[in-house]
């Protein structure tokens, strides 16, 4: 079966199960469509091995042909982060630009150095010889918030202005600070390479900051070819030009795409939407972005769930995977309650705000995208065969899945107190 087959059938499954979930689940579709994909895994599975049909090897040998890594980083993560950015209000940016740079930056450089040497203790009492290196790259992979899964789940819950601009804010901007890390850390582990000061600098500057200036340029280009031009369609397609030529011209350029589509998304999303599409574009837009945004979503989020199936598990790998949950979740409430002592020394917060970004800092498919980049090969417990990039993927994917089915699925309580908690004040300001 070709790749284009096996996207064919993935859209297609994406879709059965988001009509099925809209019928009788009602749950949000992401969420319906990751678990109806952990079922079919498991069902396949359990089939192959009981010999009722061999479906398990065909399905194993279609996901790994599809290439996770490359379908989503040089593939549809450009338009994902596009359409995400192109609703970002830059007003409400601007007021939390602060709060959203210390949560992109500092928490997650606090969260990548908490886990990786509390991994590093666990797997020493444990009795496994995994190296420090390995435990701070696992750290670095899944400290960053993920984009697409928070907007495609926490986004669309409506949570409050200040709360909601500081997770999307941070998911959409903490990419290049992470990829930072990762890149750094990935070429100590595995290129046997020391980083100095001005190397690490040097990566920044080039890729993330090299990102935000190549954004800011591109959106400014194409807000200026859709003003200069009358035609509806040629607008809305000139949009597509963004997170197609855009993004692979920031390869090339070797800076951060995902940072430039959220720049250019931002900068269409509100200047271009004032005063550069015509009436009839800027009504159309969003139903046309958000079209895209749910297939490509669909997609991601189905082949997420499949994922398991080209993965081998080990007792040990359970265990890892159990800890990791809890770990992940303690270091993202630890950096997010530091970063918060010092915000509310300055402004009035939401009681609630610590709880949904703890809880709602989501994890997806960039995370296992990173980790699939690892090398394998690399044996840590060498009777059974388990390497280096076995580890991490299974933590990484046990985090994910949490994620994405647990926490996704249950913060809405959270938000709905929040969004009480903010209408008493309001209703308390105008009675005084």
């Known amino acids: 079966m070709s790749v284009y087959d096996t996207l064919c059938l993935l859209a297609a499954m994406a879709m059965v199960i988001s009509l099925i979930n809209g019928k009788i689940g009602k749950f949000q579709t992401t969420i319906a469509i990751t678990a109806g994909a952990l079922i079919l895994s498991l069902a396949i599975v359990i089939a192959g091995h009981a010999g009722w049909f061999a479906l398990d090897e065909t399905a194993k040998t279609a996901i790994n042909q599809l290439n996770f890594e490359d379908f989503l980083l040089k593939g549809i993560l450009g338009f994902l982060l596009f359409a995400g950015a192109l609703g970002i209000k830059l007003p409400h940016l601007r007021d939390q630009k602060w709060e959203i740079a210390i949560l992109a930056m500092g928490s997650t450089l606090f969260s990548t150095f908490f886990i990786g040497y509390s991994l590093w203790l666990l797997v020493g009492w444990l009795g496994i010889d995994f190296d420090l290196i390995y435990c701070l790259l696992f750290g670095a992979l899944i400290s960053p918030t993920d984009p697409i899964a928070v907007l495609a789940i926490v986004k669309k819950m409506n949570a409050p202005r200040r709360i909601s601009t500081q997770i999307e804010g941070e998911s959409l901007f903490n990419d290049g600070f992470g990829l930072v890390l990762f890149v750094t850390l990935f070429a100590v582990a595995f290129g046997g390479t020391t980083p100095t000061v001005t190397s690490v600098g040097h990566l920044f500057l080039q890729e993330a900051l090299g990102g935000i200036v190549y954004g800011f340029v591109l959106g400014q280009l194409f807000h200026q070819l859709i003003r200069h031009t009358d035609d509806h369609s040629m607008e809305l397609m000139l949009t597509l030009l963004v997170p197609t030529t855009g993004y692979v011209f920031a390869e090339f350029l070797e800076v951060s795409g995902p940072l430039a589509m959220v720049v250019a998304g931002i900068i269409i999303g509100n200047r271009t939407r004032r005063k550069g599409f015509s009436e009839e574009s800027r009504q159309h837009l969003d139903h046309f972005w958000e079209l895209v945004d749910e297939f490509l979503n669909g997609v991601l989020f189905l082949l997420i769930g499949m994922t398991m199936l080209s993965f081998s598990f080990h007792p040990e790998d359970w265990v890892l995977m159990i800890a990791a949950v809890p770990l992940v979740l303690l270091s993202r409430y630890l950096s997010v309650r530091l970063a918060y002592l010092g915000f509310r020394r300055f402004r009035r917060y939401n009681p609630y705000s610590v709880r949904i970004l703890t809880w709602g800092g989501l994890r997806g498919g960039l995370a296992l995208a990173m980790a699939m980049s690892i090398p ?29 089915l647990i926490q996704g699925s249950s913060i809405t309580p959270l938000i709905k107190r929040a969004k009480v908690w903010e209408t008493e004040q309001f209703r308390r300001s105008k009675r005084s």
């Open 376 to 404: 394998s090969g690399i044996t840590v417990i060498p009777e059974k065969n388990i390497d280096v990039r076995e580890i991490i993927l299974v933590m990484t994917y046990s985090v994910v899945v949490f994620s994405i």
